[in-house]
């Protein structure tokens, strides 16, 4: 089973940029489809952008299309979740999670996820 690890929150100004990192260990992102979600105290945890196996698929939420941009590298280890023009009501913790091949938006149809990292976006 993959291992996840996130990476790269923090605090930021409205307005600033993030990219986020979900690295993996244990094996690649070669046949598995990479999803970010994020929580919020007291809110459901929401889907935010995905990648499918090959790449050639992406998703955005609504809230986040044309701010934010899901990518992977080359060695299919780890993928991105570069974030500007941020918000306040982009702050929560944000996660990545796996599945096989293809993107869903529900995030209890993931495998595995990481421990998530905190995005802090001030007004």
């Known amino acids: 089973q993959v291992q996840l690890v996130e990476s790269g929150g923090g605090l930021v100004q409205s307005g600033g940029s993030l990219r986020l990192s979900c690295a993996a260990s244990?094996?690649?992102?070669?046949?598995?489809?990479v999803g970010w979600f994020r929580q919020a105290p007291g809110k459901e945890r929401m889907f935010v952008a995905g990648?499918?196996?090959?790449?050639?698929?992406?998703q955005y939420a609504d809230s986040v299309k044309g701010r934010f941009t899901i990518s992977r590298d080359t060695a299919k280890t780890t993928v991105y979740l570069q974030m500007n023009s941020l918000k306040p009501e982009d702050t929560a913790v944000y996660y990545c999670a796996t599945r096989p091949m293809s993107i869903t938006t529900s995030p209890t149809l993931y495998n595995s996820r990481g421990q998530g990292t905190q995005v802090t976006v001030s007004s």
């Open positions: 244990g094996r690649t992102f070669s046949t598995l489809a």
């Open positions: 990648i499918n196996w090959s790449g050639g698929d992406k």
